[in-house]
């Protein structure tokens, strides 16, 4: 009999569906096939949470203890242990995952522990099978073929923890000393993305935008070859005597270069330069055409899975990793943490035979189209994010185990298979067409059109973008052309961008800060801490989170460098890599470390917030001013403990009436800080809804509303 232990229930369930009704994986087990699947719940021990729990004298070492209200699986899996011939891990393939499978192992008495000496106690018959999907060739392949623990990747994550436990419980103290504030807290990884957020602030308000205009010229194609209907030829207006009136201006920032343009038109010249175009006389003085082919994007890493589920689904990166759990756990999609783009023979080779069956030979790829992964850091071993089988939402899902997952796990698993799919499929071949424009007085437009040749692999990717690409206008080379009309566009040189979730997690990938699997939970730690929060879908930062930013980054320049966070990542990698020393690496950050925090404690001087006026209290007459709590922002008296007036915040949504009462429509948040929208008359009127519709007069078209 043999014990499989995974981290979560519902793959036991996966697990004990595939073992007791896959052939596959009976041909692998004895020949009563007798596995009993066990959930350990995640980790079974973790450092504590009432101290620092870390021996610097000797060497970091840990004081690892079993996590509070774990007894009862730690006594079950002590029993189970007793009772089974074979013990076999069946964890994540990732450090995290390697490190529940050691925690097990060490409370099983198969591990020797001489710190910072770790290994196995002789005569340990302790298995691990790692597996990129839950699926039954895959659970027959590793337990045909079982590995010991890879005991480097549990240094490098015993590293990492080490490491976050020090900076935070080292440097929050510090925090609530400097404001008097003592939920406050600081990260070794959450600071430096806070940084990102702060710096790009800022760089927002430093920036002086500027009005400027484009001109656009609606051009009658009666007489061009081919023409689409009556549609006009747009182009827009590029230069005036080879002076062209677009610039572009490059600003030095903190996460790198940021680019913009604007053109030399203004409100001063505008009307001139208007009036002479339509004077003028315009030829085609040159048309230029091409067919070049457009090839699919990589298969989803969980960057771009979080990246692309955020902007096509609105999810959050927290949101789209539990969801992606649950496919994974069920067996419908390969692991989702991965910043790898290879995909197995096991997937190429069948999607050709479902592209050849389902949108005919043209479309399928001769031999199978290989990805560069990107990432330093990458696991080639690993593979992209892909379904397990080639099945499309309805028939993956029609399955009785797959009855409790909701519309959005199904969203997501669509983008998942289409993504995979279209990387297998023939590339598309876009025809375009560019025409120069130029009148007498020297005026020269110029106009872009294209046409899909061929859509290959957006027939699924972008089906609209095909539908809307089918014609394109021909124009002749030396054609007089006549201008009907003008159209301007009023614009503003844009300042960089504030980030959301999508672009936070591109940056933190590209400068190596953190890791994919890591990017959700430093997201939700910024916003849970009230360091950050949001104006629609960007990060502003709050007071709070501005100076307590601004305090650990002078103070501690090193740590909360860009530079220097990602080469302690990489530091990090060859841990796993057994290319560098845990306890080396842990030594060089902490030494300086200790220096600096040193002369920190040694300033008594207090941070202070700045405080944002929100009116004045009814009370004693002082000023409102914002506060933060453990709970979240409110608004309360400046002259506390003196007057004790607070008052919740309530964002009003513009133009939006409650459909029931006609009160002011209000946006609230859940325990969990998921938002919703509800009636400001609460409790008298308790419609509420998850989101509200497209028309602005009212929310009669709100999605899901509720009187819970």
């Not at 009976?26 to 870390?54: C, Q, W």
């Not at 409102?624 to 608004?635: A, N, P, V």
């Amino acid at each position: 009999m043999a014990l499989i232990i995974v981290e979560s229930p519902t793959k036991a369930r996966t697990f004990n569906y595939i073992l007791k009704g896959s052939a596959s994986a009976k041909a692998t087990a004895d020949k009563e096939n007798n596995y009993f699947v066990f959930a350990s719940m995640g980790h079974i021990r973790d450092l504590p949470k009432s101290k620092i729990a870390i021996d610097y004298e000797h060497d970091f070492k840990p004081d690892l203890e079993p996590i509070p209200n774990k007894e009862k699986i730690i006594t079950q899996l002590k029993k189970l242990a007793l009772e089974n011939q074979e013990i076999i891990l069946a964890t994540d393939q990732d450090r995290e995952g390697e490190a529940i499978s050691y925690h097990i192992a060490y409370i099983l008495g198969y591990i020797n522990e001489d710190w910072p000496n770790i290994g196995f106690k002789e005569g340990s018959s302790l298995k691990r099978i790692v597996f990129h999907e839950i699926t039954s060739k895959a659970l027959a392949e590793a337990l045909a073929k079982p590995e010991t623990l890879r005991l480097d990747l549990v240094k490098a994550q015993m590293a990492r923890r080490i490491l976050d436990r020090v900076v935070g419980y080292e440097l929050s103290p510090l925090l609530w000393k400097k404001t008097g504030k003592n939920w406050l807290s600081a990260g070794r990884v959450q600071t430096v993305a806070l940084r990102l957020i702060v710096e790009r602030e800022k760089e927002i308000k430093a920036f002086k935008s500027e009005d400027y205009f484009q001109i656009f010229g609606l051009f009658d194609p009666s007489f061009a070859k081919a023409s689409a209907g009556e549609k006009d030829i747009k182009a827009k207006l590029v230069s005036k005597d080879s002076v062209l009136y677009e610039q572009k201006y490059t600003l030095k920032l903190f996460a790198g270069d940021y680019q913009y343009t604007k053109t030399t038109i203004n409100k001063d010249n505008i009307e001139s330069i208007k009036q002479d175009c339509l004077s003028d006389k315009y030829k085609v003085s040159e048309v230029a055409e091409s067919i070049a082919p457009r090839y699919p994007m990589p298969p989803y890493t969980t960057s771009l899975l979080q990246q692309d589920a955020y902007y096509k689904n609105g999810f959050s990166s927290k949101q789209t990793m539990r969801l992606a759990q649950d496919l994974y756990e069920r067996g419908l999609i390969t692991y989702h943490r991965t910043d790898s783009f290879n995909l197995s023979a096991r997937f190429v080779f069948p999607a050709k035979e479902y592209i050849e069956k389902k949108y005919g030979k043209e479309y399928a790829l001769e031999k199978p189209r290989g990805f560069r992964t990107r990432s330093r850091s990458a696991q080639e071993a690993h593979e992209a994010i892909r379904p397990t089988k080639l099945l499309e939402v309805k028939a993956a899902f029609k399955s009785k185990k797959e009855s409790k997952l909701t519309v959005n796990h199904q969203r997501l698993y669509t983008l998942i298979f289409n993504r995979a799919i279209a990387t297998q499929m023939k590339e598309a071949q876009i025809k375009t067409v560019k025409a120069t424009i130029v009148s007498d007085k020297n005026y020269l437009f110029e106009s872009e059109q294209q046409q899909v040749i061929f859509d290959g692999f957006l027939k699924v990717f972008d089906p609209y973008y095909v539908a809307n690409h089918q014609t394109v206008i021909m124009l002749e080379k030396g054609t007089t052309i006549d201008i009907k009309t003008l159209e301007e566009k009023a614009l503003l040189s844009k300042a960089p961008p504030r980030y959301n979730e999508a672009s936070l997690i591109k940056t933190l990938e590209e400068k190596g800060i953190g890791r994919p699997s890591t990017y959700a939970m430093i997201i939700s730690l910024i916003q849970m801490k009230n360091y950050t929060e949001k104006d629609g879908r960007y990060f502003i930062p709050t007071s709070i989170g501005t100076s307590i930013c601004d305090y650990l980054s002078s103070s501690f320049p090193k740590i909360f460098d860009l530079s220097y966070t990602a080469n302690l990542e990489d530091g990090l990698d060859r841990i796993a890599n057994k290319e560098e020393d845990y306890i080396k690496l842990l030594r060089d950050f902490y030494t300086p470390f200790k220096k600096e925090l040193e002369l920190r404690k040694e300033d008594s001087s207090m941070l202070k917030v700045e405080d944002d006026i929100k009116g004045i209290c009814p009370e004693d007459g002082g000023n409102l001013i914002s506060r933060f709590s453990r709970f979240g922002k409110f608004i309360a008296c400046a002259n506390y403990p003196k007057c004790k007036y607070t008052k919740s915040i309530v964002k009003v949504v513009k133009n939006r009436k409650c459909p029931l009462c006609q009160g002011d429509v209000v946006v609230k948040f859940t325990k969990t800080k998921k938002r919703f929208y509800g009636c400001g008359n609460y409790p008298k009127c308790k419609w509420s809804a998850w989101t509200l519709g497209t028309n602005p007069t009212n929310t009669t078209n709100a999605i899901n509303p509720t009187n819970k």
